[in-house]
């Protein structure tokens, strides 16, 4: 009982009458939301249990009645399906391709060879019968009555499996093969040995597959006798096989003993040997419980960091979520030993930090990023130490790290923006030389996963669209880059401020004063089209990158005065941002299966866009539009995020809305927006505290001034030198536009 009542609570987390306790963050939390959605609306938000930043990420793996479409499984779960292939040890959060989702486990009452694929093992479930919490999961199947509850660790996985005491037989299927769509095993292995399973599975996903794949090491033990195992390859049964290796390859348990079933994984990125110390170390005994409640603490104890008064119970569950979800990723891939597998592909010894990887760079440098040097500066710190050993084994910083390797995916150097963010907000223990090294090779040089169309970047001051596709996007991103490096170059007392300052202001060259747009350029210095053939709302034009024109007009949020100048005056710019946000989408009887044209608050070139209005002397529709872009497109419920969260991307945007306060990555700066709570207390590493006082905030929206430690605010912004020593932000809240700054 007492695991369905935390269900119950879970699933009625919004439910409390006014006035009562609010839940706990923990019990706040509910990680559906982001599950569900359609084509470009999937918020593909993993669903299991996991540590933050854990390396284990085990749950189920879903299925469509005919099979599974990658563009809904990014993850291996979506919340409208209700058959579970069996349930993976790794997976990613959020992202915009498939991957992970490896080493599959399923329950099932017998075995023959028509359960050694998908179709034949997959088992129904109603959703009325899964449990939802953060380091936890728990479903029965309809058809056997087979429960199984799914914990884990930071490297290891843990299941209790409970099958209907009249079944004549107990199977556990062990699928090495398992793949999600577009991905694929390329070879596996494994050895039984009475009541233990090892192995390893090399695993090429859509994103990992770019540097050759992982291979994940585990070993796998249960608490009950091994009565039978079959094995077997492609279709060909192997009875009492005790190993096997292929690429097709898995392996049938029949267990005996008393019930519950309880087995657990064991995983490494290094070899086998790590594996089973990882799993030695963290779950030595059979207490499934305490591993799930020691999941419970480590969140309790993050998700904590964030204290709320007043509100909604629906916006509590919003924010909580979101920064459940912001804490997913990047994902821990060293050792208990502290060993990893490095760029190289060869065994490091990880010396005074922790080995990250899994950064969706081009995403996460704008908000999860920040959120995390402002929360957990010293994970931050880990996190960008791994980039550079990336580097220093890579031969250049990444752009995407997945697994073992550089994806390459996106564009841009979005780790210089991440990097110059850090060590701008009081994160510098790290070797900041050598990372300028690494920054300023590929902010020069033609460079392998660098700066494509730097040759023209620097020659004519924009990356030209006859010669690169995304020419517009890439200069766009290349000026955001230089700005990051401009103000890291400052910081330290370096020279080449100004010429980087010069270059960041690059965005500049493809503005049209006729349209107010920003436009590709040929070399020639023509714009791409004509006057009369340029259509901003053409979602998939040369020129840009997963966008349009309107979303691409407004991607210079290192320097925001700059760009607003550009229009002629603040009310003209203002003008620009308010059609931006009011025009309704074109009437398009494919809507449902395409991107927005206007705002598209699923992908990252305009999330910031809300808060320009600051710097155009109307604060106040920042306010209207961060509130209302929040309450039309996120929700409590599994369409909740509304577009791919980009491993916690739109989650982090959300806390930032939420807040009151959003940053402009690669800057110390940070825009006000309105707050959603009468009081926020974030609790800083070192004993301090940023508390923001909003009395009245879920009714009134409006700012009508703003104190910082008592001394008026001359501006709608902060710097973060402002709030990294703590302190409490006072803002007056009005339900009419009311502003000092006005």
């Not at 479903?139 to 914990?151: A, L, M, S, Y």
């Not at 990880?350 to 010293?378: C, I, K, M, N």
């Not at 739109?650 to 939420?658: E, G, H, I, K, Q």
């Not at 001394?711 to 902060?718: E, I, M």
């Amino acid at each position: 009982m007492r695991l369905v009542l935390l269900g119950l609570l879970s699933t009625a987390a919004f439910a409390c009458a006014s006035g009562s306790p609010a839940p706990s963050p923990l019990r706040s939390v509910d990680p559906r939301i982001g599950t569900g959605g359609r084509y470009f609306g999937y918020g593909a938000a993993f669903a299991g249990a996991s540590l933050p930043f854990g390396m284990a990420k085990a749950g189920p793996d879903t299925s469509e009645e005919n099979g599974v479409s990658g563009f809904h499984h990014f993850s291996g779960y979506h919340a409208e399906d209700t058959l579970i292939q069996g349930f993976s040890q790794v997976h990613i959060s959020g992202t915009g391709a498939v991957d992970y989702g490896a080493l599959l486990l399923q329950a099932a009452a017998s075995f023959d060879v028509s359960k050694s694929y998908e179709s034949g093992y997959r088992l129904r479930f109603a959703k009325s019968n899964e449990i939802f919490e953060p380091g936890y999961y728990r479903v029965t199947f309809d058809d056997p009555q087979i429960q199984v509850e799914v914990g884990a660790s930071a490297r290891c996985s843990a299941y209790r499996i409970t099958y209907p005491e009249e079944l004549p037989e107990r199977w556990l299927i062990l699928d090495l093969s398992h793949a999600l769509p577009d991905c694929r095993v390329e070879d596996a292995s494994f050895e039984v040995a009475g009541s233990a399973v090892t192995g390893w599975v090399h695993y090429r996903g859509a994103l990992t597959g770019r540097s050759g794949g992982f291979r994940l090491y585990f070993k796998m033990i249960l608490d009950t006798p091994v009565q039978e195992h079959v094995g077997w390859s492609g279709r060909e049964l192997f009875p009492a096989t005790s190993s096997l290796s292929g690429p097709d390859i898995g392996v049938a348990l029949r267990v005996g003993g008393t019930l519950p079933v309880q087995l657990r994984f064991g995983l490494s990125y290094v070899d086998e040997k790590g594996a089973a110390d990882n799993l030695a170390r963290e779950m030595p005994d059979w207490d499934f419980d305490a591993v799930v409640d020691a999941a419970r603490r480590s969140w309790a104890e993050i998700l904590e960091r964030v204290e709320v008064e007043g509100g909604t119970p629906e916006a509590r569950t919003m924010l909580y979520t979101a920064l459940y979800h912001a804490f997913l990723h990047p994902t821990l891939a060293t050792d208990g030993d502290g060993r990893y597998r490095g760029f190289d592909k060869q065994i490091h010894q990880a010396e005074g930090f922790v080995y990250y990887t899994d950064f969706s760079l081009w995403d996460t440098y704008r908000t999860e990023h920040p959120l995390l040097s402002l929360l957990l500066p010293s994970r931050a710190r880990d996190m960008v130490r791994s980039l550079l050993v990336m580097a220093e084994q890579g031969g250049a910083l990444p752009r995407w790290p997945a697994g073992l390797g550089d994806s390459g995916s996106m564009i841009g150097t979005p780790a210089d923006i991440v990097i110059a963010d850090s060590f701008l907000k009081g994160i510098t223990d790290f070797d900041v030389e050598r990372a300028l090294d690494f920054i300023l090779d590929h902010a020069e040089n033609d460079r392998p996963g660098g700066r494509t169309g730097i040759d023209d970047y620097l020659s004519l001051g924009y990356v030209a669209c006859d010669r690169h596709d995304g020419g517009a996007a890439l200069t766009l991103e290349f000026a955001i880059a230089d700005g990051a490096i401009a103000n890291l170059l400052e910081a330290l007392g370096r020279p080449d401020v100004e010429k980087f300052r010069a270059r960041s202001r690059n965005y500049q060259n493809l503005f049209d004063d006729k349209t107010l747009f920003m436009r590709g350029r040929r070399a020639d210095g023509s714009w791409m089209e004509s006057e009369a053939e340029f259509d901003p709302l053409d979602t998939f034009a040369r020129c840009y990158v997963e966008g349009d024109a309107w979303q691409y007009t407004f991607l210079a949020p290192h320097d925001p005065e700059g760009l607003r100048d550009l229009f002629g005056s603040p009310e003209s710019f203002a003008d620009k941002l308010e059609a931006f946000f009011a025009t309704p989408e074109p009437d398009n009887p494919l809507a449902e299966f395409l991107p927005r044209s206007y705002y598209w608050p699923g992908n990252e070139p305009n999330i910031h866009a809300a808060y320009l209005f600051d710097v155009a002397g109307r604060p106040e529709r920042t306010q209207f539009w961060s509130r209302e872009l929040a309450k039309r497109f996120y929700t409590a419920g599994p369409e909740g995020i509304p577009g791919n969260d980009d491993l916690g991307t739109m989650s982090a945007w959300l806390f930032f809305t939420a807040a009151g306060f959003y940053p402009l990555a690669g800057t110390e700066r940070y825009l006000l927006g309105s707050p959603w709570f009468d009081r926020m207390t974030i609790r800083l590493e070192g004993g301090r505290a940023l508390v923001i006082r909003a009395e009245g905030a879920a009714e009134k929206i409006y700012l009508r001034r703003a104190r910082l430690g008592g001394q008026a605010l001359p501006n709608p912004w902060l710097r973060h030198a402002d709030i990294a020593a703590g302190g409490t932000l006072e803002l007056e809240m009005s339900a009419t536009p009311a502003s000092a700054w006005r």
